[in-house]
């Protein structure tokens, strides 16, 4: 089946540090990928829209400088908290679409950000 | 745009009983529809989906679900349920039309399974 995996799977750092996570499909290509960002017992809010070869789309209320997307290629996207604060602890999770034009999203097993 | 509500925000059930998770989307368009599940701290699994055809759709782990258009529900069953089937679970729709498939997410049902 499809696999999406996200790097690292847990992650602490400093307040005013930066933080790369990376999501990759495994065995197939995404030029889409989606990342999430979910609070403790609530549901997933929809941060961005990546598509490899461009640039991200961000959900209204999501600071584009603050968190960086870059989908360098058909199985990589990469999601970089910039100048992390206490506040954007949280789990992260993205997802991919298998470009075989398949309607299910492939979602990675999050990574957990806490800033310090 | 679309939206998905989730009647229920924890479903206490013992083992062996059946469950039913209610889901109710709204939208000016026609929807494809999805259950996924999520064990804690970990990823998204999906359970099945509606995308047209027969309205009962059947999933793994054995469960299935109903689309009813009329009702602009999308409940999801389970006959018999396993300790192993605590879980978050939830619904969420997107639009055929939407060239990237963006899912919106209801807020999620707790499902808590006690022998």
């Known amino acids: 089946g499809a696999v999406v995996s996200q790097h690292p799977s847990w992650v602490i750092c400093k307040s005013g540090t930066s933080v790369k996570i990376e999501c990759r499909s495994l065995d197939f290509q995404a030029t889409t990928m989606f990342w999430y960002r979910q609070f403790p017992k609530q549901s997933l809010m929809l941060m961005a829209t990546?598509?490899?070869?461009?640039?991200?789309?961000?959900e209204q209320g999501v600071e584009k400088d603050k968190f960086l997307i870059n989908h360098a290629s058909l199985t990589l996207s990469t999601l970089t908290v910039t100048s992390a604060h206490p506040e954007d602890s949280s789990f992260y999770i993205c997802?991919?679409?298998?470009?075989?034009?398949?309607?299910?999203?492939?979602f990675g097993p999050g990574t957990r950000l806490t800033v310090t | 745009a679309q939206s998905v509500t989730q009647l229920d925000s924890q479903v206490p059930v013992f083992e062996e009983a059946p469950v039913e998770l209610r889901c109710n989307y709204s939208?000016?368009?026609?929807?494809?529809l999805f259950w996924y599940v999520q064990y804690p701290n970990q990823g998204l699994q999906l359970l099945l989906k509606y995308l047209s055809g027969s309205t009962l759709v059947k999933g793994i782990n054995g469960f299935e679900a109903e689309f009813n258009k009329s009702q602009t529900s999308f409940h999801l069953r389970k006959p018999s349920v396993h300790i192993s089937d605590t879980a978050e679970y939830f619904c969420a729709v997107s639009a055929p039309t939407d060239s990237w498939g963006k899912l919106q997410f209801g807020a999620g049902t707790q499902v808590v399974v006690t022998p």
């Open positions: 997802s991919a679409r298998d470009n075989r034009g398949l309607s299910e999203q492939y």
């Open positions: 990546s598509n490899e070869g461009s640039k991200a789309t961000y």
């Open positions: 939208s000016s368009v026609s929807v494809y």
